[in-house]
């Protein structure tokens, strides 16, 4: 009687913890499905930041969510979002890349995982003209770069399926040390 009871509660356990991970795959299911279906493009706006350096105007950023509020959080994507920006001068690939790299200096990202990660940032970034806007839509955990021009609309350039990749690039916008925290705070919606 013992044994059939401890092959029960066992039995009960295993259905239990199999329940309890199909609805946690579920619910990931529908962050990426919401994600990967370009329903980000009609997420409603948490903020958005001009970058101006002098007279000249760099960018236009914007942050939107699911529900239009961004989850402040020790980490830096901790749910779906979008940060698309629209640039206002032409940027070539590789300055766009040493911009990348000098933000994750400031901070504090290693040059080991800065180089492993400029590899495939080098594969992605394009140049940009003058109106082109990028976009990186992330479930919380990997993302997706895509690319808008005159000539075509969110194009797919590129994956991260690194975590900390994908945490990474977010916080030269989204980090509380950014440099530019005036812009962050716009941007996820501190007033």
Known sequence: MGRILLNYTANLLGLLMLVTSFQSSASLTRQQEAVNKNQWQQWPLVGEAQLSWFFFDIYQSRLTTPNGYYQLSDDVTPHP?????????????????????????????SKGEQGSWIATMKAIYPNIREGDKLAYVTDGQVGSFYHSSKFFSNRLIGRVENENLNDAFLAIWLAPNSEYRDLRDQLVGVK
């Open 81 to 109: 979002l979008a940060l698309t920006i629209e640039y206002q001068r032409d940027i070539s690939a590789e300055q766009l890349i040493e911009a990348t790299q000098d933000q994750w200096t400031k901070l504090g990202v």
